[in-house]
């Protein structure tokens, strides 16, 4: 079993940054890619942003120059690092991950692992 926890959303006002940070915890062999995605009230999820485990990084166009991900491939974490927050950035944030887990020497992957979300709130 495999699992994310999301953690550093929070209410900020316009123009602040903020620093989510995703955990991937279980028996984990390996993690291929890993990405957030958002949801705002009355909306469907979107892409925010996605990295490889080589790096390579995927930004939707309203968030280029201002987000950035990244991660840290010993620890199981990726994070988004978010400035010059916008009200119209207001959603639940969630980590999403491709996983291959190992239990008793079989590998399984899961391609779709979601965390719980993290509501961000940007007032104006």
């Known amino acids: 079993q495999v699992q994310l926890v999301e953690s550093g959303g929070g209410l900020v006002q316009a123009g602040v940054s903020l620093r989510l940070s995703c955990v991937a915890s279980g028996s984990i062999f390996s993690i291929n890619a890993m990405g957030w995605y958002r949801q705002a009230p009355g909306k469907q999820r979107e892409l925010v942003a996605t990295?490889?485990?080589?790096?390579?990084?995927n930004y939707a166009d309203s968030v280029k120059g201002r987000f950035t991900i990244s991660r840290d491939n010993a620890r199981n974490i990726v994070y988004l690092q978010m400035n010059s927050l916008k009200p119209e950035d207001t959603a639940v944030y969630y980590c999403n991950a491709d996983i291959t887990a190992l239990a008793t020497f079989v590998r399984k992957r899961y391609p779709e692992v979601w965390g719980q979300g993290t509501l961000v709130t940007v007032s104006s």
């Open positions: 990295i490889t485990s080589g790096g390579s990084t």
